[in-house]
């Protein structure tokens, strides 16, 4: 198998080794029985991410329709209460008491108009328009003490649960995403310092950790950044039956499927594995998104492991042979066994590409045309100290580089490499990249030009091959 970079007026190239990947992980969940048979009355209160609203239209049923699936699954005899009954989904059970603009303080001053409803249980979910309408933290915070209070005070067996606010992804009155992100953060936190006091003090009273359940990549769709769109409100079902599921009764949840990981690692390299990583595999019964926590960690090298499941691992002299780490799968409540991440880690040019930064000039490199090993100023290499630098010196332009190593049928060879050119170089400039082998082939033509000055203008590249046969 033949790997070619061909140049017209190229300067710069950085190729790195190919890359096999393969992945997967490991979750469970605690037990919890009935404590009544009889239909449970159960009140979504809250504003208009309760009521299902959206700016491009309402999304049937909100969050209530997938609550009402994961009852009815777990075969919960229930009767959702409230005031009012619009935007309903077909099938589902329409009242809620969820208002478009309510504030937390708006909430209780109507609160003599649903607490006769006499729900079983609340899932009460407030603050985001107090929050947008200028009120403070701790004048929203007060009233939701307030309600805590009465809700749980009018009947002391009614059971109440109590959302964090949603994320706002969006600048809007007078915020920016950011100062967004930090109001909310902090709104969130009082959250939970006020729910943890009210139950220290016996109060039948719950925390929905909503916002750290719901992943706004899939929640939320372009047109809105306040509202959940449809995936978004079935994460929230989703998160709503997990919070209530242990006194609700009914069937448990299936826990989250995983298995064990394998990734490849040349020594004296960095296996850098985007998201969704380890967790690729992974199946959430629960419908939440995973995240990865780290359990134990490699006994060589370094190891970085990101919530997201993508990681960083460095052999750090390490190698040839193996190290791994192991870590746990968590929806947010419930977390799995551990997982184990194997690494081997292969020699350099190990069934893969040799000298892949140049350190070793032109070593394992077939070489025709103008090419030539770099180092130094003005060029600053995307990695290491060397690169390979196509039409050296404004001479012929042109040339080939070439290296070839032995593949099997099947195997996916993933060429990672950087292009380059020196910033004064802002004439449009060309590389070709070949991977062949075994009758087959994929080519790919980049560009690159630069910008003034007197540097070296960086972009990273991958190519990906797949071999139809040994070669």
């Known amino acids: 198998m033949a790997r070619s970079l061909r140049s017209e007026d190229m300067p710069l190239i950085q190729p790195f080794p190919r ?35 959206h700016r491009a239209g309402a999304v049937p049923g909100g969050y209530r329709k997938e609550l ?34 309510i504030r937390t303080d708006e909430t209780l001053a109507i609160i003599s108009n649903w ?9 009460m979910k407030l603050g985001t328009n107090d929050l947008i309408q200028g009120r403070t933290i701790q004048a929203a915070i007060g009233d939701l003490g307030t309600l805590i209070d009465q809700t749980t005070t009018d009947d002391p067996q009614r059971k109440l649960f109590v959302a964090t606010i949603l994320p706002i992804v969006e600048a809007r009155n007078g915020r920016t995403i950011a100062e967004w992100e930090t109001v909310i953060d902090s709104y969130n936190d009082a959250v939970r310092s006020l729910v943890a006091a009210k139950a220290s003090q016996g109060k039948n009273v719950y925390l929905t950790e909503m916002h750290e359940s719901i992943d706004p990549n899939t929640a939320f769709l372009s047109t809105d950044g306040t509202h959940p769109g449809p995936a978004g409100y079935d994460q929230m079902g989703a998160v709503w039956f997990q919070s209530v599921q242990p006194h609700v009764g009914g069937g448990t949840p299936e826990p989250p499927d995983a298995a064990d990981d394998l990734y490849q690692v040349y020594a004296g390299q960095t296996i850098d594995i985007p998201a969704p990583g380890v967790l690729a595999n992974d199946t959430a019964p629960s419908g939440l998104p995973l995240q990865a926590n780290l359990v134990s960690g490699p006994a060589t090298g370094l190891l970085t492991l990101n919530p997201d499941g993508s990681f960083q691992f460095n052999p750090q002299g390490g190698g040839p042979g193996q190290a791994s780490f192991t870590y746990e799968a968590t929806d947010g409540s419930q977390a799995s066994d551990p997982a184990t991440v194997t690494l081997d880690i292969l020699a350099p040019g190990t069934n893969g590409l040799e000298n892949g930064g140049f350190e070793s000039s032109l070593d394992s490199w077939a070489v025709s045309g103008n090419v030539a090993v770099k180092s130094g100023a003005p060029y600053s290499a995307f990695e290491g100290s060397s690169l390979v630098a196509f039409h050296s010196g404004n001479t012929a332009p042109g040339g080939i580089l070439t290296q070839t190593f032995a593949t099997e049928p099947g195997d996916q060879v993933e060429l990672e490499f950087a292009i380059g050119v020196l910033a004064f170089n802002t004439m449009e400039q060309t590389l070709e990249v070949t991977i062949s082998g075994g009758g087959d082939s994929v080519r790919e033509t980049f560009t690159i030009r630069g910008v003034g000055g007197g540097t070296v203008v960086w972009r990273g590249e991958s190519l990906a091959w797949t071999a139809a046969g040994s070669s």
């Not at 005899?77 to 969820?98: I, L, S």
């Not at 607490?115 to 899932?123: A, F, G, T, Y």
């Open 68 to 101: 009402a699936n994961r009852l009815n699954a777990a075969g919960v005899t229930y009767n959702f209460v409230g005031n009012r009954n619009d935007n309903p989904a077909p099938g589902v059970d329409p009242d809620h008491q969820g208002s478009d603009g």
């Open 115 to 123: 607490l006769p409803k006499d729900p079983d249980i609340v899932l």
């Open 19 to 53: 890359i096999f990947r393969i992945a997967a992980v490991v979750v469970a969940i605690p037990a919890f029985l009935p404590t009544e048979a009889e239909a449970l009355r159960i009140m979504p209160l809250g504003d208009s991410i309760t009521r299902g609203s």
